[in-house]
């Protein structure tokens, strides 16, 4: 049985994902409900992705959490890359995603919500020279404003009987 969808991939020899395009990224269960994660980059670690008990062991960050992690990275690398740019010089950057998981009307968990918090420290002196990154960084952060404009998702499911 096959079920697809097409998202208007984009053509053969298309610009690689960070100017435009298509990306892949290619889960492999390993057991239980744990996956290798292969992120589709030259030289970039694979990881992985696991459920909390019950389901899975928990010994990796679950969906909810790497949903989480990647808004709250695009958000600090959006804010990193302005403050470079206004040669604004960053001693440190903490990042904190907060998220709530709630029952939608069918009972199923789905995350509510995500509150992000970024923690930078910088010169006292340059506290006004940051303003105009603190108005536009978010504009930049390509995650995040996906997911707040819902991402169209397709789901094909293609089984393999042997």
Do not use: Q, W
């Given at each position: 049985?096959?079920?697809?969808?097409?998202?208007?991939?984009?053509?053969?020899?298309?610009?690689?994902?960070?100017?435009?395009?298509?990306?892949?990224?290619?889960?492999?269960?390993?057991?239980?409900?744990?996956?290798?994660?292969?992120?589709?980059?030259?030289?970039?670690?694979?990881?992985?992705?696991?459920?909390?008990?019950?389901?899975?062991?928990?010994?990796?960050?679950?969906?909810?959490?790497?949903?989480?992690?990647?808004?709250?990275?695009?958000?600090?690398?959006?804010?990193?890359?302005?403050l470079?740019?206004?040669?604004?010089?960053?001693?440190?950057?903490?990042?904190?995603?907060?998220?709530?998981?709630?029952?939608?009307?069918r009972?199923?968990?789905?995350?509510?919500?995500?509150?992000?918090?970024?923690?930078?420290?910088?010169?006292?002196?340059?506290?006004?020279?940051?303003?105009?990154?603190?108005?536009?960084?978010?504009?930049?952060?390509?995650?995040?404003?996906?997911?707040?404009r819902?991402?169209?998702?397709?789901?094909?499911?293609?089984?393999?009987?042997?």
């Open positions: 049985m096959t079920h697809s969808g097409d998202l208007g991939a984009a053509p053969s020899g298309a610009a690689p994902a960070e100017g435009g395009g298509e990306f892949r990224v290619t889960l492999t269960l390993e057991e239980g409900y744990r996956f290798d994660v292969d992120p589709g980059l030259d030289g970039a670690r694979h990881f992985h992705i696991d459920e909390t008990p019950p389901l899975g062991a928990g010994g990796d960050a679950n969906p909810s959490r790497v949903l989480a992690s990647a808004m709250a990275s695009c958000l600090a690398s959006s804010l990193l890359f302005c470079r740019k206004a040669r604004i010089t960053v001693r440190s950057l903490r990042v904190e995603a907060r998220g709530t998981l709630v029952r939608n009307e009972k199923r968990l789905r995350v509510g919500g995500l509150h992000i918090e970024l923690f930078p420290e910088i010169a006292a002196g340059d506290e006004e020279r940051m303003k105009r990154c603190l108005e536009i960084f978010e504009d930049f952060c390509v995650v995040t404003d996906s997911v707040r819902g991402i169209p998702v397709i789901v094909g499911v293609e089984t393999h009987a042997s």
